[in-house]
């Protein structure tokens, strides 16, 4: 089983600026296979990044998805007040897993 | 527009199996396009994927979870279910349903959720 390893746990940002979130896999994965998620307090969880770098329908240019192997990366480039939430990244290897998120606070 | 609604008892008690059912409306749960995933979050916690079905019946499972658990469809419904046997208090987490992108398994609409609690 692949693990996902995310870090850090918290990062705490004001509006406006830039936040950088690592996702790291035990195995290499697949670019296809990997995706982001946010979720906010007492809702499911959002796609926002499929195929490692591709926005899902409706995502803001804000958002971006990078990396490759074992080493993955959401950026938001510039925080909005709707953006402090939770992010999961998410892979299908042999079988399907989620890194243990990052929840982005409003400093 | 696609929704997916969990439905299914809100309190088990130890030991029992715990069965939702997810209704699938806007959509055909028998496309070839799709499969179809319960994921589960403990209350705090994050979240971890239990089981995925595809309309013909071809199933995966989480192997910590795979003894336990028993994923079926009903395309005469447009639903799938999920049972999970012998819970404990370690069950108790809000389970959703989700569509996922075949080959990929990205999981793109989710459920809103239902909380499920293991107590006596």
């Known amino acids: 089983e692949i693990v996902l390893t995310q870090s850090p746990g918290s990062l705490s940002l004001s509006p406006g600026e830039r936040a950088t979130l690592s996702c790291r896999a035990s195995q290499s994965v697949s670019s296809g296979y990997l995706a982001w998620y946010q979720q906010k307090p007492g809702q499911a969880p959002r796609l926002l990044i499929y195929g490692a770098s591709s926005r899902a329908t409706g995502i803001p240019d804000r958002f971006s998805g990078s990396g490759f192997g074992t080493d993955f990366t959401l950026t938001i480039s510039r925080l909005e007040p709707e953006d402090f939430a939770v992010y999961y990244c998410?892979?299908?290897?042999?079988?399907?897993?989620f890194g243990g998120g990052t929840k982005v606070e409003i400093k | 527009h696609l929704q997916l609604q969990e439905s299914g008892p809100g309190l088990v008690k130890p030991s029992e199996t715990l069965s939702l059912t997810c209704t699938v409306s806007g959509g055909s749960i028998s496309s070839n396009t799709y499969y179809w995933g319960w994921i589960r979050q403990p209350p705090g916690k994050g979240l971890e994927w239990i089981a995925s079905?595809?309309?013909?019946?071809?199933?995966y499972y989480n192997p910590s979870l795979k003894s336990r658990v028993t994923i079926s469809v009903d395309t005469s419904k447009n639903q799938f279910s999920l049972k999970l046997s012998s819970v404990t208090a370690a069950d108790t987490a809000v389970y959703y349903c989700?569509?996922?992108?075949?080959?990929?398994?990205?999981?793109?609409?989710w459920g809103q959720g239902t909380l499920v609690t293991v107590s006596s």
């Open positions: 989700a569509r996922q992108i075949r080959i990929t398994m990205i999981l793109d609409y």
């Open positions: 998410q892979q299908y290897g042999s079988s399907v897993t």
């Open positions: 079905i595809y309309y013909s019946g071809s199933n």
